[in-house]
C-alpha cells in the first residue's frame, strides 16, 4: 500500500514538472503485486488486457512508442524528441520502482564493427544517463551495445538506417 | 602456457565458486577442441647434378610480370605406390592431388599461369630429379614444379619439391618435408611457398591459416560462428556452435590460441580461446565491454579496448593476466589498434576530432599523432607484416579497402565494393583480405586483393564469412 502510495506521489511530481498531461495514464494501472497466476510472457502473442508490470507489454502498452530513441548518423545526443520518449520511461520506471531494465544500443549498418560497437555502447549510455538525470536510479539500469549485429530495419535505405540507430529499453524479467 | 595455468589456477582459488561456475558457462558456446596438425620437418632431397647459383632469373618489378609465367606442375610421383591415410588411392594418386593443390594456389592467387597435373603427363620418379627436358619445352611452359611423395616406414610422408627453369635447362631451387599423412596439405604449401618466393623474390605465405566469423541466418538474427581454415580454404572447422554471436578474431602469432568477442554471458567481452584445450577465458574480470582484441607481434600482450560509461579506450594486458594498463585516455571512440610489426608503435583509429580518423601511437601511448587527413573517413587500421604500410578501411560515400604509408601519405584505394571493411594481411604483406558486404541483403563474403589492386577474387567458404584474420606463415 505504502509503495502505490508512493508510486502516485512520484506520477504527480514528473508531471508537473514534465508538462506530461497528455502522457498521463487514464486509470491508474494495477499495482506491482497482483496476481501471480499465469503472467504472460512478452513473447506470447499481443493480449493487451492482461500484460501485467514487469513485463515488456506492460512497458510498450503504458510508454507506447517511446521504449525506443533515435539517433542521427554518428551521433549520440538525446534530441528533443528522444527527451519526451526518455522522459515518459522515466515516468513509468517512477511508478514500477522495482523493475530493473537494459538499455540496448543500436547503429545502422553503415560503419565499421567494432567502431559501432562502441558506438551502441555510447548511444545506451546516453540514454541511460539521461534517465539517470531524471530520476531513475543508476543502479537499476544496465547497458547492452549490438553495434550494427541487430537492425529492426532490414532494407539499405536512409529510411531503415534511421530505425536502426537507437537506444532500446528492455524490461529485465 | 604454463604461467597463464598458473594464473587460471589462482583465480579459481581466490573466488572458487563464482569463477568456477563462470568458467563452464563461458565454455558453452564451443565445439569440440580441434585436433592441431603436427610439426614439419625438413627432409634431406636428392638434387639433380647442377648447382643452384641462387640468383633471381629475372627482375620482378610489379605482380604483372611475373603473372604471365607458364608452369608446368604434373603429378608428384611416388616411388612405389604405398596405402597412406592421406589418400585412399595410395601414394600414387597422393601425388597428383599434391600438385592440383600446388596448381590451384597459384592460379588463384593471380601469380604465374599454372598448369596442373590434369592435363600433363607425369613423370616417373627417376625422372623428378632428371627432367625430360624435351618433353616440357615442347609444351611451352618457361618453369616446370616436379616432386615426389614418399610413405616411410613410420607411416610419415615424404614430400620432395623441385623448381626448374626449362629454358636454361637448370635446376632453380628444391626442398623437402616430412609431415604426418593429415599434413599433407602442408606440405603442398610449403612446396607453393618455395616457388611462389623463388621466382618473385618475396616472403612465402600460403602455408598459413585464416580465422574468420561464419554466418548463417536472416539479416536481423544472423547466426555468426568462429571458424578456421587453411589459406586456401582446406581443413575448416566450425570452432563454435552459434549459439553467441561470435565477432572479430585474432589468432595468436603461434596458432595455439584465438582471441575475440563473444555474446556468450550476454555481453560482448573479448575471451582468450586456447585452441588445443577448447576452453576460454576471459581477457579481462571487468564489467565493462571489451573489445577490438588484438595480439602483440611477440604474442605477449593483448591489446584491448574498453567502453567504460559509453567512453571507450585502448588497454593492454600481459597475455598471463595481470594489471591492464590503459594507453589512451580522450573523450571519445579509441578502438581498433594495431601493432608494428617491431611492436614499437600502435595504429589505431579515434572520432576524438569528430570523425573516425587513424592515428599513432608509441606503444607505451605517448606519442599519439593523427596521420589521416584525406577527407573521408579512416577505421580498422592494420599494420602491415612487413611494416611499410598500414591497410585501413576508407569510408568516403563507399566503403573501401585502402593502403597507405606509416606517415598517412601515398593513399592507394584498392577496392571498390558497396561496404569493404576490415582488411587483414598475408603473412608476406602482398595480400589484403577483407569482407564484402553486399547492400541489402547484408549478406557478406571474404575477398582477397594484392597491392596492385587487379588480382582480386572471392574467397569460396562454406557459409558467408565476415572478418577473417590472417595468420603467419608456419614453421
Redesign the interface.
Known amino acids: 500500500m505504502n509503495k502505490s502510495l508512493t508510486t502516485a506521489m512520484l506520477m504527480v511530481s514528473v508531471c508537473a514538472t514534465a508538462a506530461c498531461s497528455r502522457q498521463a495514464p487514464e486509470e491508474l494501472p494495477a499495482a506491482p503485486t497482483t496476481t501471480t497466476a499465469a503472467t504472460p510472457t512478452p513473447s506470447v502473442a499481443p493480449t493487451t488486457s492482461v500484460a501485467g508490470p514487469g513485463t515488456q507489454e506492460h512497458f510498450r502498452n503504458a510508454v507506447g512508442q517511446s521504449t525506443v530513441v533515435y539517433f542521427d548518423t554518428d551521433r549520440f545526443n538525446i534530441d528533443s524528441s528522444d527527451a519526451a520518449a526518455l522522459q515518459a520511461q522515466a515516468q513509468y520506471f517512477a511508478q514500477y520502482p522495482s523493475l530493473t531494465f537494459t538499455v540496448e544500443g543500436h547503429t545502422d549498418e553503415r560503419g565499421t564493427r567494432e567502431y559501432n560497437l562502441a558506438l551502441g555502447e555510447r548511444r545506451a549510455n546516453a540514454a541511460k544517463n539521461y534517465l539517470v538525470s531524471l530520476g531513475v536510479s543508476a543502479d537499476r539500469i544496465t547497458t547492452l551495445s549490438y553495434g550494427k549485429e541487430r537492425p529492426t530495419a532490414l532494407a539499405s535505405t536512409a529510411e531503415a538506417w534511421a530505425q536502426n540507430r537507437r537506444a532500446a529499453s528492455v524490461l529485465i524479467n | 602456457m604454463k604461467s597463464t595455468m598458473k594464473f587460471s589456477r589462482l583465480a579459481i582459488a581466490l573466488v572458487s565458486a563464482s569463477i568456477s561456475y563462470s568458467a563452464l558457462a563461458q565454455n558453452t558456446d564451443l565445439g569440440e577442441p580441434v585436433a592441431e596438425g603436427g610439426d614439419v620437418e625438413a627432409a634431406d632431397v636428392a638434387g639433380s647434378d647442377e648447382e643452384d647459383d641462387g640468383g633471381l632469373v629475372f627482375t620482378v618489378t610489379d605482380d604483372t610480370d611475373y603473372s604471365d609465367v607458364g608452369i608446368a606442375i604434373p603429378a608428384f610421383a611416388t616411388d612405389r605406390d604405398q596405402p597412406t591415410p592421406a589418400n585412399s588411392g595410395g601414394t600414387g594418386a597422393l601425388g597428383q592431388e599434391v600438385a592440383r593443390v600446388i596448381t590451384a594456389n597459384l592460379r588463384n592467387n593471380g601469380l604465374f599461369k599454372p598448369t596442373g597435373p590434369d592435363s600433363l603427363p607425369s613423370p616417373r620418379f627417376q625422372q623428378i630429379t632428371a627432367p625430360s627436358w624435351s618433353t616440357w619445352g615442347s609444351r611451352g611452359a618457361e618453369m616446370l614444379v616436379q616432386g615426389y611423395v614418399t610413405a616411410r616406414a613410420d607411416g610419415k610422408l615424404v614430400v620432395g619439391c623441385y623448381l626448374y627453369d626449362v629454358a636454361l635447362q637448370d635446376e632453380l631451387i628444391r626442398d623437402g618435408w616430412v609431415v604426418r599423412p593429415a599434413d599433407w596439405r602442408r606440405a603442398a604449401h610449403k612446396c607453393s611457398d618455395l616457388i611462389y618466393a623463388r621466382l618473385t623474390g618475396e616472403s612465402p605465405f600460403f602455408d598459413s591459416r585464416i580465422a574468420y566469423i561464419a554466418e548463417t541466418g ?5 547466426v ?1 560462428r568462429l571458424a578456421v581454415m587453411d589459406s586456401d580454404g582446406a581443413n575448416h572447422r566450425f570452432l563454435t556452435l552459434g549459439s553467441a ?1 561470435a ?2 578474431p585474432r589468432y595468436s602469432p603461434d596458432y595455439s590460441k584465438i582471441l575475440y ?1 563473444s555474446y556468450v554471458d ?3 567481452r573479448i575471451y582468450v580461446y586456447d585452441i588445443g584445450r577448447g576452453s576460454q577465458t576471459l581477457v579481462t574480470e571487468n564489467k565493462s ?1 571489451t ?2 582484441p588484438r595480439w602483440s607481434p611477440d604474442g605477449q600482450h593483448i591489446l584491448f ?1 574498453m ?1 567504460v ?4 579506450d585502448i588497454y593492454r594486458v600481459p597475455v598471463t593476466g595481470g594489471r591492464i594498463t590503459r594507453l589512451t585516455d580522450t573523450p571519445g ?1 579509441d ?2 589498434g594495431s601493432y608494428s610489426p617491431d611492436g614499437s608503435k600502435i595504429v589505431f ?1 579515434s ?1 576524438r576530432s569528430g ?2 580518423q587513424c592515428y599513432v601511437m608509441n606503444a607505451d601511448g605517448s606519442n599519439q599523432r593523427r596521420i589521416t587527413f584525406f577527407g573521408g573517413r579512416c ?2 587500421p592494420e599494420w602491415s607484416p612487413r611494416g611499410d604500410q598500414i591497410a585501413f ?1 576508407r ?1 568516403a560515400g563507399d ?1 573501401n579497402v585502402a593502403v597507405m604509408s606509416p606517415n598517412g601519405r601515398n593513399l592507394r584505394v584498392l577496392t571498390n565494393g558497396w ?1 569493404d ?2 582488411p587483414t594481411w598475408a603473412p608476406n604483406g602482398r595480400i589484403i583480405q577483407f569482407f564484402r ?1 553486399s ?2 541483403s ?1 549478406k557478406s563474403n571474404l575477398w582477397q586483393v594484392d597491392l596492385t589492386g587487379q588480382n582480386e577474387r572471392r574467397l569460396p567458404t562454406p557459409v558467408d564469412a ?2 577473417p584474420a590472417w595468420g603467419p606463415i608456419r614453421p
Open positions: 536472416p539479416k536481423d538474427n544472423r555468426k554471436t565477432l572479430t568477442l550476454g555481453n560482448p565491454p573489445l577490438a579496448s567502453a560509461n559509453g567512453n571507450t571512440i578502438i581498433g583509429e572520432d570523425t573516425q577505421a580498422t578501411t569510408i566503403f561496404q571493411e576490415a558486404t547492400r541489402n547484408g565476415s572478418d
